[in-house]
């Protein structure tokens, strides 16, 4: 008799629980970590989603800049925060997986519980209107001139800005000077002070000032050309083999649960079907790719595979 009691009650739990897993929400404001300082693409792009998610969270997103070491410092930050669902972060690829490859990092990949990805961003070669050098060619051969005297702005050791220049120096046979940065709004400020000869920014981060002619654009790192830079040839167009770019999404500390991970999923698929906010990411010139926590776990995993071959090949280096 128990057991058949059980038996038939199961349906019933099983949809109280689904019930209960949708219906979570945070009692309290929430605390969206960013790695990397204000005004940046990272920055702006978080601050949009955090505004959008409210509306389906019900409660404030307080965005707290957390910027330094590529990255580590806000990372490190999540990782050490409760898993209770009031602390998520905003986190960049390759950075998240690069910096524990690359030294004894205050937090690993497994500290965090991937929520979503959100944008998918290539990377490019920024210089100033009245640089000499017009295209990739160009640039290759005054650093071969020139070794290790043309400087480039990244937003910091191991970045996708950082490790895809590397590539270009191993692909052309060249040396630049590496300045690193703690965001790419100072890395925009540098190119445009002169206090760098040329600014490796991601697509999104250059082309409003692109458009404005405050920059021009080398080339962009993307695999095909990025819809809305049409007119900027790839690397590989120039016969450069560089595709390189950053993710950008939301996770949890490690522990958080599944109920809750899954609700902030659902919040950020509803707001990146929102008109409105794609209407704001075109504005903001911001690729978008969604990936769920499954995707996007899987897709950080493959990706710190990828770099720790290179590291083993290549060592990055400040």
Do not use: C
Not at 50 to 55: I, K, L, N, P, T
Not at 103 to 108: L, M, N, S, T
Not at 174 to 189: K, M
Not at 214 to 229: E, F, H, I, S, V
Request: proline content about 6%; overall charge neutral; cysteine-free.
């Amino acid at each position: 008799m128990n057991t058949r009691r059980l038996l038939l009650a199961a349906p019933a739990l099983l949809a109280a629980t689904r019930v209960s897993a949708q219906s979570w929400t945070p009692d309290r404001p929430v605390t969206m970590i960013v790695a990397f300082a204000p005004g940046g693409g990272t920055d702006i792009a978080a601050r949009t989603l955090a505004r959008f998610m409210e509306r389906s969270l019900g409660q404030t997103v307080v965005v707290d800049n957390r910027a330094g070491a590529g990255g580590e410092i806000g990372w490190a930050q999540l990782a050490r925060s409760r898993p209770d669902g009031l602390t998520i972060g905003f986190v960049n690829t390759p950075n998240l997986v690069t910096i524990p490859i690359e030294r004894q990092a205050r937090y690993k990949l497994e500290d965090f519980a991937p929520i979503a990805n959100v944008v998918d961003d290539p990377g490019g070669f920024w210089v100033r209107p009245d640089s000499p050098w017009r295209d990739l060619a160009a640039l290759a051969a005054a650093a071969k001139a020139a070794p290790g005297t043309i400087s480039y702005g990244t937003t910091g050791v191991g970045s996708d800005d950082h490790l895809a220049t590397l590539a270009f120096e191993r692909a052309t046979g060249t040396r630049l000077l590496h300045v690193p940065f703690n965001g790419a709004a100072q890395v925009r400020n540098a190119i445009l002070g002169r206090t760098v000869d040329l600014a490796a920014m991601n697509m999104g981060e250059g082309i409003a000032d692109f458009r404005n002619g405050m920059l021009r654009a080398l080339g962009q790192m993307a695999a095909t050309r990025w819809a809305n830079a049409t007119d900027v040839p790839t690397f590989r167009e120039q016969g450069i083999d560089v595709v390189d770019g950053s993710l950008r999404g939301i996770a949890a500390p490690a522990g958080t649960p599944e109920n809750i991970l899954h609700r902030y999923a659902e919040a950020v698929k509803a707001v990146m079907a929102d008109p409105e906010f794609v209407a704001s990411a075109t504005q903001q010139q911001l690729p978008l790719r969604y990936l769920d926590p499954e995707q996007f776990k899987a897709e950080l995993q493959a990706m710190r595979e990828r770099f720790q071959r290179m590291w083993n090949e290549h060592p990055w280096r400040d």
